[in-house]
């Protein structure tokens, strides 16, 4: 922890120098409840950009935008974000509105509309409201700042079903002075309800390329944010954007020796932020740590945890805090990786209690059962699996299925 | 429907000449509760016969040597199966307790023990008491009959936490005689409440070959029972077994007349029971059948069928009758099927409502928003993609998601 401080009163993104931020209320729910649903983040100078975007293939018109946006290698000079409508399934129209709200935006702010990204999360299948939107936009240049309540603003706006923003802020001394990264995300809980989607935005004054930041984010990006997992659902709007404004003067690529912490940092930023929407999955009691090793591939462990993290019967039974590890057993044996009852090993740990044995090749531990309950009834627990199989591995952080989240999501 | 004829008041297997049945109580659950836990099923004469087991690697004990009798090609003359104990995880002691199960009823019955299958349901990785089974057998074979209520007493005793018996029974007239087939089921709620389990025995008189025989039971397991969902979560204990044991005297070949008539009622045998399966999924309020056509590949419709199948915000979002068609266009586009905003078109149906327009290519038919409630409010409904990838189709059923089912579940 000596690669890095974690800036303990965060403020999100405008602890960063040289980003200034903002939330307002344009009322996109159409609820008049005076609610932050635009977010409005700029850079004082230009900045190299990174980006990762949602896998699914009805991804939503921003999500179009951005890919086509990011690809072009032009720099960026900000972001608008709202929730309360996702632009998804909106057809040719969609991508209009989404192009509209980026042209409003760079008007606004007099840049260019290839400079300013745009985002979306809410609703599926309505049109945005563009008239309100442009208010929004207009209300959001005025009070764009780098005060502490600016930053919140922007974190609370891009806020649908969560129950807290999601902040992170660290610091990395470097030889050449001080570079920050400040991130703010939303969570993995239903929209509006309509649906998960998780957005993240981190900033950092190093100066950074391109391709250099991009690498940084898809990795830090695997293993946090792709590593956690409330309902399974994929959502038409997932997107994390990293923006690098250099203004510290800190030069960073992989041939400096500041290299590995910075990487360090942006890790810890990103799965803190992942944490943080993986504790705030809706009406969730419960984060569980799976831990997949001997696996005979990365993709085979990843196949293994995922079988786990998403089985109804699985997460049932860690909301009763019921150690059933046949469900455990089964769910890996339908996961399609390589497993066998002769290899596989299992153990139960958690933050107080040393890793409890459960099974091993063939043999249950019958004596523990006592152990095993105690264990799974804390608040996080860990399931550890060797598959004997290789040396692949990998960590996937799931919720509990609870009767409150069939009761949030059954209907609108 | 004039191919064969449905027998209205079934008594299951025993409906079919030749095969006498019987349910005891061994107390397999050790609650001395009297519940019937142990079914054993004979035919006069030795029999022809398929299987399909599951896929789960963790296959239980008697999936295992089941697999390799089938594999035998030997003819079998019955099989014996308990509830209440899945002898699943059980390591090399499992294998050694199916194999004295089995062992034990070919005593009590003069048969090899290679013609007969055992098979197990019920709790996940605790040994079998073979001393209560060795009773049951005992008792079995003195209960053994052709009655009505044997056939029933059978049905019962495969039952984990269904709430009733699942039996099928059709007549196939021919030119050269009468052919019955008969099923019984148990279903793909949870067991005990440890895995959800399915189970399914088919006898027929007719003559058939093995290799013929197993080709008609694939064909229709596929279409039936591997087209149902009620959480995703596949056992360590599928089984289908379907024996003939010709005593019909009709002889059934892919040469014969027949042979088409007979293919459409194993079909409708299997699919009842799959039907009889899912609508009495674990506290389910809902049966939803899901259409896939257009879709490139087979293979691929299956994908998109079950992403929506499966996921947890649509299966929630059934229970609340809520026409949440983002839901299901946002399952679609990460269940890894080609889809396409531009191609993809969706509507609703019900047994009274004609299919009613969502979205077609881009464009929602917000118009018709009070209609999607009326048609999602049934206790059955039918969701129809049209994906116009192809020409590739499918359909599976699934239920909703219930905050009883979480609370069903959630310990033991």
């Known amino acids: 922890m000596d690669d890095f ?30 609610r932050l649903d635009l977010a ?18 009805m991804a939503a018109a921003p999500v179009r935008l951005g890919r086509e946006q990011l690809a072009s290698g032009i720099a960026a000079r900000g972001f608008v974000a709202n929730s309360g409508n996702a632009n998804a399934c909106t057809g040719p129209e969609g991508l209009v ?50 005060n502490s309540a600016d930053g919140l603003k922007a974190a609370e706006a891009i806020l649908t079903s969560d129950t807290y923003s999601k902040l992170v802020s660290v610091e990395v001394p470097t030889s050449r002075g001080t570079v920050r990264i400040s991130g703010m995300a939303k969570g993995a809980g239903m929209i509006e309800p309509n649906m998960a989607t998780m957005l993240a935005f981190i900033c950092t ?46 030069e960073l690529s992989p041939k400096s020796a500041d290299w590995q912490a ?4 942006v890790a810890y930023v990103c799965h803190t932020l992942a944490m943080k929407i993986v504790g705030d999955g809706e009406k969730i009691t419960k984060v569980v740590e799976i831990s997949i090793e001997g696996a005979a591939t990365e993709k085979e462990a990843n196949m293994a945890a995922r079988a786990i993290a998403n089985s109804l019967l699985v ?14 057993m089964d ?12 290899t596989v090993e299992l153990q139960y740990a958690n933050a107080v209690k040393e890793p409890v044995a459960v099974f091993s090749k063939g043999r249950t531990f019958h004596e ?18 060797n598959l004997g199989q290789g040396n692949a591995s990998c960590r996937v952080w799931s919720t509990d299925l609870t009767e409150g989240y069939v009761n949030f999501n059954k209907s609108e």
């Open 331 to 342: 769910a890996l044996g339908y996961s399609g990786a390589q497993v066998s009852e002769e």
């Open 262 to 265: 910075f990487k360090k940092a």
């Open 5 to 34: 401080q974690i800036i303990e009163e965060t403020s999100g993104l405008v602890d960063t120098p040289g980003f200034l931020a903002t939330g307002v209320h344009c009322d996109i729910r159409n609820k008049a409840d005076g």
């Open 40 to 57: 409005l983040v700029v850079s004082e100078t230009p900045c190299t950009v990174a980006g990762v975007f949602t896998q699914n293939k």
């Open 97 to 146: 509105d989404a192009l509209k709200m980026r042209e409003l935006a760079a008007a606004e702010l007099g840049f260019k509309p290839e400079e300013v990204f745009v985002c979306s999360t809410g609703r599926i299948g309505e049109r945005l409201p563009m008239d309100q939107i442009a208010k929004g936009l207009t209300d959001g240049k005025i009070t764009l700042g780098t």
């Open 368 to 385: 523990n059962k006592p152990l095993w309950k105690e264990v799974v009834s804390a608040k996080t627990f860990s399931i550890l699996f």
């Open 205 to 250: 004054d190093g100066q950074v390329g391109a391709t250099d930041l991009q690498a940084v984010l898809s990795e830090a990006v695997d293993a946090s944010f792709n590593a956690v997992t409330v309902d399974g659902d994929e959502s038409t709007n997932d997107t994390a954007l990293f923006l690098a404004n250099g203004i510290s003067g800190v």
């Open 315 to 328: 997460k049932s039974s860690w909301y009763g805090n019921d150690p059933n590890w046949g469900r455990l």
